[in-house]
């Protein structure tokens, strides 16, 4: 359970998806002054060079964030992602990708704060020494899923939980469900974001059913694609599961899913947008 690294995988397909949802979900929390708090269950380092071994291994990010990154014809949220991750590269070259937690950073404002959890002894002091001189920022090192949950709800009563396991075993995706729906029952108007891969999508499909079953409204899930499902190993796609979106993001993922779908797989993948449940 501890051998993930995500250097592997930094700015890849599924990080380009992940991260520009959790943009707009940021920046809709930042409409109202009052203070929010974020969680992030599983932090990871923090950020990510590009120029190191792990990532260069299989240099997954040449089919993600590589390929916006000279385009002049980004739909609106990708441009906002692009900009971001650009403050990230003052060199003009892209040489850094920041993970979820400097992402958040990023858009905290000085009411504002910042929950992260990690369990990798590397990983851990990787992101500590990333945001430690940031007051507004608590590093923990502990199991995100086990313990957020005593987080809830936060003193602001505004907030945004990101959920990112890595899906190492298979009970990863029976605890996340279990986890989110604990989380969404402690703290109902929280937003709520869960990430996940498709690898066996019998998996994924058991996922969406016990969500749907839950109880839980207003859940929304955005899925992208680079190749059709396959037995074979590794990630034909990724997705996201939101628990009370921002009205918006439907109407910008009809506009940038089926674009991104075109660049980063060609033409030949796919992409889901469903309501699951209601409000």
């Given amino acids: 359970m501890l051998s993930y690294r995500h250097a592997f995988h930094a700015g ?24 929010f708090c974020g969680i992030d269950t599983h932090a990871g380092a923090g950020g990510y060079l590009l120029g190191s071994d792990f990532a260069l291994k299989n240099r997954e990010f040449d089919n993600g964030i590589a390929k916006l990154w000279r385009r002049d014809d980004l739909p609106d949220c990708v441009a906002e992602y692009v900009d971001l991750v650009k403050q990230f590269n003052a060199s ?19 009411q504002d704060r910042l929950v992260l959890y990690e369990l990798h002894p590397t990983e851990i ?7 430690s001189k940031d007051k507004r920022i608590t590093v923990l090192h502990a199991d995100g899923l086990a313990n957020a949950p005593t987080l809830l709800p936060p003193f602001e ?12 075993i298979k009970t990863d995706y029976r605890q996340v469900t279990e986890t989110l729906i604990k989380m969404a029952r402690r703290f109902a108007t929280g937003t709520y974001a869960l990430w996940y891969p498709v690898i066996d999508r ?5 996922l969406e059913r016990a969500l749907q079953n839950s109880g839980i409204k207003n859940i929304q899930l955005f899925e992208l694609g680079i190749r059709a499902d396959s037995h074979e190993d ?17 109407a910008q993922m009809q506009q940038t899913l089926p674009w991104l779908v075109e ?5 030949t993948g796919s992409f889901r947008i469903q309501t699951l449940v209601g409000e």
């Fill in 157 to 168: 009563r505004r907030g945004l939980v990101l959920i990112d396991p890595s899906y190492e």
């Fill in 12 to 35: 890849n397909f599924a990080d380009v998806l992940k991260h520009l949802i959790q943009l707009q979900l940021l920046q809709h929390l930042r409409k109202k002054d009052k203070g």
């Fill in 263 to 267: 660049v980063l797989a060609n033409g």
């Fill in 234 to 250: 590794g990630m034909t796609a990724s997705g996201m599961i939101i628990i009370n979106p921002p009205w918006t993001l439907m």
């Fill in 125 to 131: 002091k990787l992101l500590t020494a990333a945001v």
């Fill in 202 to 206: 019998s998996r994924n499909q058991e």
């Fill in 92 to 110: 003009g070259r892209l040489e850094r990708y920041p993970g979820s937690p400097l992402i958040t950073r990023q858009l905290l404002r000085k």
